[in-house]
C-alpha cells in the first residue's frame, strides 16, 4: 500500500496539455492528450436542461497526479503518463478517439481507443499494450497485472458545491463492486474485496455512478483518498479529502514477448442511477439501486419507485404524482385504518368500563403492590384485555413507519426529482423554502417551510379529534408532543418527502372523521 501511495504522488503534476473535447447527447468530456484521460466530464441532464453534472472536479484533477482511466501496474505506478498522439473519427452515430503513446524506454507503446454512441451513457475503452522493443516486457508480478483507474472521487466534494439537503446530510462517494454476488460498497478508506475477482467496480455517489466492466474480471481492486496535502491547493476541500476516493481495478499479469501485443478491453457506464438506464447498461448494474438495504426494503423501494414512474407517466408532473400516490397509498391502508379506529373506541370504551373497578381494586390493597397488580392482571383478563389490545390502534402508524423510510431511500437515489419545481417549491430534493428567516438556527435552517407547519395543523387536529373521545384528554399537552416533536425532526427534509407525508397527514383529517362516524356503526 505504501508504495501504492507513493507512486500515485510521484511524477509532475498534469500542466496546460493539449485537450479535446468530445460532445454527445449525454457527455461533454475534455481529454488530455497528457495519458488520453478526461480532465473534465459533464453528464447533460436527460431532460435537456441546465444544469450539468460534473463527474470529475477539474481543479481537483489538474492538481494531483491521480487520473481516470491511466494505466498502472501493481505497485501504483503509472505507464501512460506520456503525450499521446491523437486520432478522431466518426461513423454514423459513434465517435472513436485513439491515443497513441510514444515507445518507452522499455519499448511498450500503450494505445487507447474509446468509442462513444451518440445517445448512450455507456461506451467502450479498449487499451492495447504492445511491445515494440527486442526484450520481454513483464507488466505486474503474483499474478497482478495492468490496473485501470477509477476516480478521484466523483463529482465535487459537498464542501465545494453544497446541493444535498442544505448541506445537513453529506453527498458520500463510495467504492462500489461486483464479486458475482450482487452490487456492495464500502467506505472510502475500506479495504477493497481482497483477492477475490471483481466482475465490475467503479464509483457511486446519491444520483450518480461511473462503472468499468471488464471483458474477464478484475483480480484485484484497491482503494485510497487522497490526502489533505494532496488537495491543499484546491479551496474548499481540505476537510473533505474522504470525497475523493481513488480506485485501481487491476487485471492479470501480461507478459509481452518482442511484437506480441496484448488488449484489455472494458465497457463503462457513466451517468444517473436511473433504472431503465442501468438495466440497458446490463451485467446487472440495476443492483447498485437500493443495494445498502435488507432485501424487504429495497424491493418495497422498487416496487414504489416503479409507481411513481407510472403515476409520472399519466400526470405529466412529478409534484402531482406525489400528491397521487400519497392519496393512493392512503386508500390501500383504509381498511387497516378503519380496523384500529374501531379497536381503539372499544379499548376507550372497555377502559371507561374498567376504571371504576381498577379504583376500587386500588383502594382494596392500597400499597400491596403484588396484590394490585394481580387485581388489574384478572380485571383485563375479564374484559378480553391482553398485552397489545393497547397497541392494535398503532397498526396504521407501523405500516406507514417502513413507506416513509422507502420513500426517503428512493429519493436518496432518484435523480428525476432533483431540479423539479413544484407550486411554490424550487426542488423536490432540498426543503421547500417558503422564505428566507434572516437568520440560521441548527438543523432548522436559514428558512420557512411551509409543508413541515401544514404537517404540524394536521397531525394536531388528527390528535384533538382522537383525543376529544376521551372525556378530559381533549386540553391535555400530551397529545401535541409527537406532532411537534416530529415536525423539528423533518423540518429540514427534501419537500418531496414532506409532500408525501404532509398530503397524507391531510387525508388523514377527513380520514379520521369518517372513520369515527364509521366505526360507531359497526354495521
Given at each position: 500500500m505504501r508504495?501504492?501511495?507513493?507512486a500515485?504522488?510521484?511524477?509532475?503534476v498534469?500542466g496546460a496539455a493539449e485537450t479535446?473535447?468530445l460532445s454527445?447527447?449525454?457527455?461533454?468530456?475534455t481529454?488530455?492528450?497528457d495519458?488520453?484521460v478526461?480532465?473534465?466530464?459533464?453528464?447533460v441532464?436527460?431532460?435537456g436542461e441546465?444544469?450539468?453534472?460534473?463527474?470529475l472536479d477539474?481543479?481537483v484533477?489538474s492538481?494531483v497526479s491521480f487520473?481516470?482511466f491511466?494505466v498502472?501496474?501493481?505497485d501504483?505506478s503509472?505507464?501512460?503518463?506520456?503525450?499521446?498522439?491523437?486520432?478522431?473519427?466518426?461513423?454514423?452515430?459513434?465517435?472513436t478517439?485513439?491515443?497513441t503513446?510514444?515507445v518507452?524506454e522499455?519499448g511498450?507503446?500503450i494505445v487507447?481507443?474509446y468509442?462513444f454512441s451518440r445517445a448512450s451513457h455507456?461506451?467502450?475503452l479498449?487499451v492495447?499494450?504492445?511491445?515494440?522493443?527486442?526484450?520481454?516486457?513483464?507488466?505486474?508480478s503474483d499474478?497482478?497485472?495492468?490496473?485501470?483507474?477509477?476516480?478521484?472521487g466523483l463529482?465535487y466534494?459537498?464542501?465545494?458545491r453544497p446541493e444535498?439537503?442544505?448541506?445537513i446530510?453529506a453527498?458520500?462517494?463510495r467504492p462500489?463492486?461486483?464479486t458475482?454476488e450482487?452490487?456492495?460498497?464500502?467506505?472510502?478508506?475500506?479495504e477493497a474485496p481482497g483477492?477475490r475477482?471483481v466482475?465490475?467496480?467503479g464509483?457511486?455517489s446519491p444520483?450518480?455512478?461511473?462503472?468499468v466492466i471488464p471483458?474477464?474480471?478484475?483480480?484485484r481492486?484497491?482503494?485510497r483518498s487522497?490526502t489533505p496535502d494532496e488537495l491543499a491547493g484546491?479551496?474548499?476541500?481540505?476537510?473533505?479529502a474522504?470525497?475523493?476516493?481513488?480506485l485501481?481495478?487491476?487485471?492479470?499479469?501480461?507478459?509481452l514477448?518482442p511484437?506480441?501485443?496484448?488488449s484489455?478491453?472494458?465497457?463503462?457506464y457513466?451517468?444517473?442511477?436511473d433504472?431503465?438506464l442501468?438495466?440497458?447498461?446490463g451485467?446487472?448494474?440495476?443492483?447498485i439501486?437500493f443495494h445498502?438495504?435488507w432485501?424487504?426494503?429495497?424491493?418495497l423501494?422498487?416496487g414504489?419507485?416503479?409507481l411513481?414512474?407510472a403515476l409520472n407517466?399519466?400526470?405529466?408532473s412529478?409534484?402531482?404524482s406525489?400528491?397521487a400516490?400519497?392519496a393512493?397509498?392512503?386508500?390501500?391502508?383504509?381498511?387497516?385504518?378503519?380496523y384500529g379506529?374501531?379497536?381503539q373506541?372499544?379499548?376507550?370504551?372497555?377502559m371507561?368500563?374498567?376504571?371504576p373497578?381498577?379504583?376500587?381494586?386500588?383502594?382494596?390493597?392500597?400499597?400491596d403492590?403484588?396484590?394490585?397488580?394481580?387485581?388489574i392482571?384478572?380485571?383485563?383478563?375479564?374484559?378480553g384485555?391482553?398485552?397489545?389490545s393497547?397497541f392494535k390502534?398503532?397498526?396504521?402508524?407501523l405500516?406507514?413507519?417502513p413507506?416513509?423510510?422507502?420513500?426517503?431511500q428512493?429519493?436518496?437515489?432518484?435523480n428525476e426529482l432533483r431540479?423539479?419545481?413544484?407550486l411554490?417549491i424550487d426542488d423536490l430534493?432540498?426543503?421547500?423554502?417558503?422564505?428566507?428567516?434572516?437568520i440560521?438556527?441548527?438543523w432548522l435552517?436559514?428558512?420557512?417551510n411551509?409543508l413541515p407547519?401544514?404537517?404540524?395543523g394536521?397531525?394536531v387536529?388528527?390528535?384533538?379529534?382522537m383525543?376529544?373521545?376521551?372525556?378530559?384528554?381533549?386540553?391535555?399537552r400530551?397529545?401535541y408532543v409527537?406532532p411537534?416533536?416530529?415536525?423539528?425532526?423533518?423540518?429540514p427534509?427534501?419537500a418531496?418527502?414532506?409532500l408525501?407525508?404532509?398530503?397524507?397527514?391531510v387525508?388523514?383529517?377527513?380520514?379520521?372523521?369518517w372513520?369515527c362516524?364509521?366505526?360507531?356503526?359497526?354495521?
Amino acid at each position: 500500500m505504501r508504495l501504492f501511495l507513493l507512486a500515485c504522488l510521484a511524477g509532475p503534476v498534469m500542466g496546460a496539455a493539449e485537450t479535446t473535447v468530445l460532445s454527445t447527447d449525454v457527455f461533454e468530456v475534455t481529454f488530455s492528450v497528457d495519458g488520453g484521460v478526461p480532465v473534465r466530464w459533464s453528464v447533460v441532464d436527460a431532460r435537456g436542461e441546465p444544469p450539468v453534472r460534473e463527474l470529475l472536479d477539474p481543479d481537483v484533477v489538474s492538481a494531483v497526479s491521480f487520473r481516470p482511466f491511466s494505466v498502472v501496474t501493481d505497485d501504483g505506478s503509472s505507464i501512460d503518463r506520456r503525450v499521446h498522439g491523437l486520432s478522431r473519427s466518426r461513423e454514423g452515430d459513434r465517435t472513436t478517439l485513439v491515443f497513441t503513446s510514444p515507445v518507452a524506454e522499455s519499448g511498450l507503446r500503450i494505445v487507447k481507443t474509446y468509442e462513444f454512441s451518440r445517445a448512450s451513457h455507456v461506451f467502450s475503452l479498449r487499451v492495447d499494450l504492445e511491445n515494440e522493443g527486442t526484450e520481454r516486457i513483464e507488466i505486474g508480478s503474483d499474478g497482478t497485472g495492468p490496473g485501470i483507474t477509477v476516480g478521484p472521487g466523483l463529482g465535487y466534494s459537498q464542501a465545494r458545491r453544497p446541493e444535498l439537503f442544505e448541506g445537513i446530510w453529506a453527498a458520500a462517494i463510495r467504492p462500489l463492486f461486483d464479486t458475482g454476488e450482487g452490487a456492495f460498497s464500502v467506505a472510502p478508506e475500506a479495504e477493497a474485496p481482497g483477492d477475490r475477482q471483481v466482475s465490475w467496480g467503479g464509483l457511486h455517489s446519491p444520483f450518480f455512478t461511473a462503472v468499468v466492466i471488464p471483458e474477464s474480471a478484475f483480480t484485484r481492486a484497491r482503494i485510497r483518498s487522497l490526502t489533505p496535502d494532496e488537495l491543499a491547493g484546491v479551496p474548499g476541500v481540505e476537510a473533505d479529502a474522504a470525497s475523493y476516493p481513488c480506485l485501481v481495478l487491476f487485471n492479470e499479469q501480461r507478459s509481452l514477448a518482442p511484437g506480441e501485443s496484448a488488449s484489455l478491453v472494458y465497457r463503462i457506464y457513466a451517468g444517473p442511477k436511473d433504472p431503465a438506464l442501468l438495466r440497458e447498461a446490463g451485467h446487472d448494474l440495476e443492483s447498485i439501486l437500493f443495494h445498502h438495504l435488507w432485501g424487504w426494503l429495497a424491493e418495497l423501494c422498487r416496487g414504489m419507485q416503479f409507481l411513481l414512474s407510472a403515476l409520472n407517466g399519466i400526470f405529466g408532473s412529478w409534484g402531482l404524482s406525489i400528491l397521487a400516490f400519497a392519496a393512493l397509498f392512503r386508500l390501500v391502508t383504509l381498511p387497516l385504518s378503519l380496523y384500529g379506529a374501531r379497536n381503539q373506541m372499544h379499548m376507550q370504551a372497555v377502559m371507561a368500563d374498567l376504571n371504576p373497578a381498577i379504583a376500587a381494586a386500588k383502594k382494596e390493597h392500597g400499597k400491596d403492590s403484588a396484590a394490585l397488580n394481580d387485581a388489574i392482571v384478572a380485571l383485563y383478563r375479564q374484559h378480553g384485555v391482553g398485552p397489545i389490545s393497547h397497541f392494535k390502534g398503532c397498526l396504521p402508524l407501523l405500516v406507514q413507519l417502513p413507506v416513509l423510510i422507502a420513500f426517503f431511500q428512493l429519493l436518496l437515489s432518484s435523480n428525476e426529482l432533483r431540479n423539479v419545481s413544484f407550486l411554490w417549491i424550487d426542488d423536490l430534493m432540498l426543503a421547500d423554502r417558503l422564505f428566507p428567516l434572516g437568520i440560521s438556527l441548527p438543523w432548522l435552517g436559514a428558512h420557512f417551510n411551509l409543508l413541515p407547519v401544514l404537517m404540524l395543523g394536521a397531525q394536531v387536529l388528527v390528535a384533538r379529534s382522537m383525543s376529544s373521545r376521551r372525556p378530559g384528554a381533549a386540553s391535555s399537552r400530551a397529545i401535541y408532543v409527537l406532532p411537534v416533536t416530529m415536525t423539528i425532526l423533518f423540518y429540514p427534509f427534501p419537500a418531496g418527502c414532506m409532500l408525501f407525508w404532509t398530503t397524507g397527514n391531510v387525508l388523514q383529517v377527513f380520514e379520521q372523521w369518517w372513520l369515527c362516524r364509521i366505526a360507531e356503526d359497526p354495521h
